[in-house]
């Protein structure tokens, strides 16, 4: 299995050189330029900053630069935030849409896990019924409803929770559950459906059969195979969890990586774009790899040799 | 009845138990209009750096609360009587940070540095008019010879390439404010980091994460520290403004830059006294392209603009958050005692205005049952939809059609910089210091980057250059009303509105007074107890 994941990671390596090589021309395919604004710069100051930022060079030469930096890790400065290196950059807000992410995850694993179960065991009861309305409602309701609601609930009107900000604990519980609700829902659909499944497989049968208790039965022998296609689901939706959301992010003003996406292409601060470019492939990559292995893990049928 | 009335008492409570929580009462926590792109006042560009940039430095000059303008590390100045050579003697107690005198070598360094083509300075050109900028912004000639000198420690000369009455607005700039020489060198583009930046305002630079605050501490050795009464500022960066609007809601700040257009109507009823909304330094304008072929003519231009109903955009569109506008220079601009010309159809009532309108056209040929089509370009923002789709329904009536195009900011811009192929363009314009000129120069025949309209006319060109030569404040701002008479004959741009200034305001802060410009230094604010 080691050498498996040896050879996906280098197999990594020409994606990853595809992808920032893509991003790196259509970037430029858009019209205007990181120094096009409301205020038209004087001919003379744009050719400065031009000159600064390397831009009066030929294409492939400014591909060239990015290249032989990215390879020492840096990638480059930013055209907009003038401060500070992309890396710099990145390097601030990551940790934050992590710990966010990585939150809301877990979150949605076990609620989703817990719902489905218990959805899946009382099949067709009002219990599953509900479980099932409040799960598709989560997964209708976009986020951009839910966050400013969440906010204007629990902070304006009953002044629970901070509306916005970063630092504090109780700063992190409205993303988290904005960012966790449409998760918990998707989540909970799939292992009510896989749940359901496995409750009537032979191993599971002859697990009753043999008069293990309950929670027994569907903890250890059903939930096992119920929860694989939860696994394959929340591969990329990691990736995209952990790398931010622009929504939350600028809801609850955090000061996250979500947002640079966005920001990064409408200013058309062309490494900071590319910045963000890479982080999410190397997340896609990464997670799609520790999914596959996870199979192998829990699925006796999967094996990589 | 019974739970709104619920909600606003909650809510009051909610203000006043966040703010005693949120914040102690010396921390005011100010929502700003986004993350400074740059802390170097050589490098910056944005409204947002400027509100932060004047609570770091002082310049030679500063505004009053009331925006007025007011000595700053200069504490008096000469002009020679031709307005060429300005001679500003500086304060003898203006110190940095640090502790290091404010000398005049340091302006010398800083305006050399913003001219240096190096530096890559976004607003270099404000200053210009300081003699040989251009010239060594462009790397023709070497920094030292740029017209600003040290007499001695405590005496800086600036000379002019020629007279400019409004140079010592320009200096209320951030463009303007000095850097710490010592600490430019030592750090170099890091000076700006926290723990590297030495300032001589009233607050330092703490710390400064992005996108998420920037906090100030008061300077101890700022020359007016005892009338400073805030202890700590704390800037958040709201790209969203109704997250602002939230966050003041539940008292975690004590202000707000911006606010959305759609809520001001429930913020007027629920916080009346703190919603203010105050004539701003700007135009919202249509360039109109002379080189169009409908275009072209002057009286097609009148009739277009007689048309268009300006109170319907200020009050429906935009809920009364902008002000119609009747010229081209926003009223209440310094240096502008004669004021803009009166435009006789704006006195007419609004069905007059369509009926002369469409006579015009009918004369031209023009009219539903025969109507020509115009390219309307805007960038996209769901106000700029709104107008642009107001507007041409008013021109529709006339048989003027049109066709929208759409374009992200940046992509808008580039396309009139690039001097793309256009008819009608969405525009606006802030000034960057309260004098007409700054407005009016937008059109002058050699004006490259903002003649968008492609204007051409000797006659507005020889008043603008006229003006820029006259000393004597009333003539000269006679020559530029006879301009702004021209500009609104010939409209290269049709002015839609005047821009307003929006912003929260907790009744706790005190000393915030609303002004035209928008400037409030925390220096003169306070949050008592």
Redesign the interface.
């Known amino acids: 299995m080691l050498s498996y994941a040896l050879r996906r990671l280098l197999s990594a390596i020409p994606t990853l050189f595809i992808i920032v090589t893509a991003a790196f021309f259509m970037m430029r395919l ?16 744009m050719a ?2 031009n ?3 390397g831009l009066d060079k030929p294409l492939w030469q400014q591909y060239g630069i990015y290249l032989s930096n990215l390879f020492q890790g840096d990638m480059g400065p930013s055209f ?5 290196r992309v890396h710099e ?1 990145l390097a ?2 990551l940790p934050i849409s992590i710990q966010l992410g990585a939150t809301a995850l877990i979150l949605a694993l076990l609620l989703g896990a817990l719902l489905g179960s218990i959805a899946a065991l009382r099949q067709n009861t009002k219990t599953d019924f509900a479980v099932i309305a409040v799960a598709t409602f989560g997964i209708t309701v976009p986020n951009f409803v839910v966050a ?1 609601v969440l ?2 609930v629990f ?5 629970w929770l ?6 504090q604990w109780n700063q992190m519980l409205l993303p988290v559950i904005a960012l966790a609700l449409p998760q918990i829902a998707v989540v909970t659909r799939l292992i009510r459906g896989s749940m359901i499944e496995a409750l009537r497989s032979d191993h599971v049968r002859t697990a009753r059969a043999y008069g293990l208790p309950t929670h027994m039965v569907v903890g250890k022998h059903a939930l096992r195979a119920a929860i694989l296609p939860a696994i394959s689901y929340l591969g990329p939706a990691a990736a995209a969890l952990l790398t931010g959301s622009i929504v939350v ?7 996250g990586i979500g ?1 640079y996406f966005v ?1 990064g292409a ?3 601060d062309y490494t900071l774009v590319m910045g963000t470019v890479v982080i999410v492939a190397v997340f896609v990559v990464v997670f799609n790899l520790i999914v596959d292995l996870l199979y192998a893990v829990l699925d006796p049928r999967v094996r990589y040799d | 009845m019974m739970t709104l009335s619920i ?1 606003t008492t ?2 009051s ?2 203000i006043l ?2 703010l005693t929580s ?1 914040a102690s009462a010396a921390t005011y926590m100010r929502g700003n209009d986004g ?1 400074p ?4 006042q050589h ?1 910056t ?1 944005t409204v947002a750096e400027a509100n932060i940039l004047r609570d770091l430095y002082e310049g030679l000059v500063v505004y009053t609360p009331a925006a007025e303008i007011a000595p700053g590390v200069a504490e008096e100045w000469e002009v020679t009587d031709d307005g060429l050579v300005y001679t500003f003697k500086l304060r003898d107690d203006a110190m940095w940070s640090n502790g290091d005198p404010v000398t005049a070598g340091d302006f010398v360094y800083s305006l050399q540095r913003i001219m240096t ?9 404000i200053l210009y008019p300081i003699q040989n900028a ?1 010239a060594i ?2 790397g023709e000639v070497e920094p030292s010879e740029l017209g600003v000198k040290a007499l001695d420690d405590k005496t800086l000369q600036i000379t002019l390439n020629a007279a400019t009455p409004f140079f010592i607005e320009l200096l209320t700039h951030q463009t303007g404010l000095p850097v710490h020489p010592a600490s430019v060198d030592a750090h170099g ?2 000076f ?2 926290p723990g590297n930046m030495v300032s001589n305002g009233a607050y330092s630079l703490t710390s400064n ?5 920037i906090v100030l501490t008061k300077n101890a050795n700022f020359h007016d520290a005892d009338n400073v009464a805030l202890e700590e500022v704390n800037y ?5 403004r ?2 602002c609007v ?2 003041w ?4 700040v004590h202000s707000c830059s911006d606010l959305p257009a759609e809520d001001i109507e429930r913020l007027r009823g629920q916080h009346d006294a703190a919603v203010r909304v105050v004539p701003y330094l700007g135009t919202y304008y249509y360039a109109l392209n002379h080189e169009d072929d409908t275009l072209a003519d002057p009286e097609v231009r009148q009739a277009l603009s007689m048309v268009i109903d300006r109170e319907f955009l200020a009050d429906e569109i935009f809920q009364g958050t902008m002000v119609p506008a009747e010229s081209f220079v926003p009223p209440g601009i310094g240096n502008y005692a004669a004021g803009s010309p009166v435009t006789e159809y704006f006195d007419m009532s609004m069905l007059d205005r369509e009926d002369k309108a469409a006579e015009i056209l009918a004369a031209k040929g023009i009219s539903p049952d025969s109507p020509v089509t115009i390219e309307l370009m805007y960038n996209t923002s769901e106000n700029h939809k709104n107008a642009a789709t107001a507007i041409a329904d008013m021109w529709s009536n006339l048989g003027v059609n049109v066709e929208f195009n759409v ?11 690039d001097k793309g192929d256009f008819d009608v363009a969405r ?3 802030i000034g960057d210091y309260s004098d007409p000129q700054n407005f009016l120069f937008m059109v002058e025949s050699d004006n ?3 003649n968008y309209a492609n204007y051409n006319n000797a006659e507005y060109d020889g008043l603008m250059d006229q003006a820029a030569g006259e000393t004597d404040l009333d003539k000269r701002a006679a020559l530029l009303q006879q301009a702004e008479v021209l500009f609104m004959r010939d409209l290269p741009f049709i002015p839609l509105l005047y821009y307003s200034s929006r912003s929260l305001v907790s009744p706790d802060l005190q000393g915030w007074e609303d002004n035209i410009q928008n400037v409030h230094a925390s220096r003169y604010l306070s949050l008592p107890q």
């Open positions: 858009a019209p205007g330029g990181p120094f096009d604004q409301e205020r038209t710069l004087e001919a003379t100051v400065n900053l000159a600064t930022f907009i935030y003038r401060d500070k950059i601030e807000g400013p906010s204007l902070a304006v009107i009953l002044s901070p509306a916005q900000g970063w630092g992010e600028q809801v609850f003003n955090l000061p947002r920001i409408l200013n058309r | 909600k909650l809510l409570a909610t138990a966040g949120a993350n792109e740059t802390l170097d490098k560009s083509p190096e530096t890559g300075a976004k607003y270099a050109n251009e912004n462009k583009a890091d700006v980091q994460i992005l996108n998420d605050k958040l960066p709201f790209e969203d109704a997250t939230r966050a809601e539940a008292g975690e374009r992200d900011a940046s992509a808008h811009y580039a396309h009139l910089r525009a606006g314009w490259d980057g903002f």
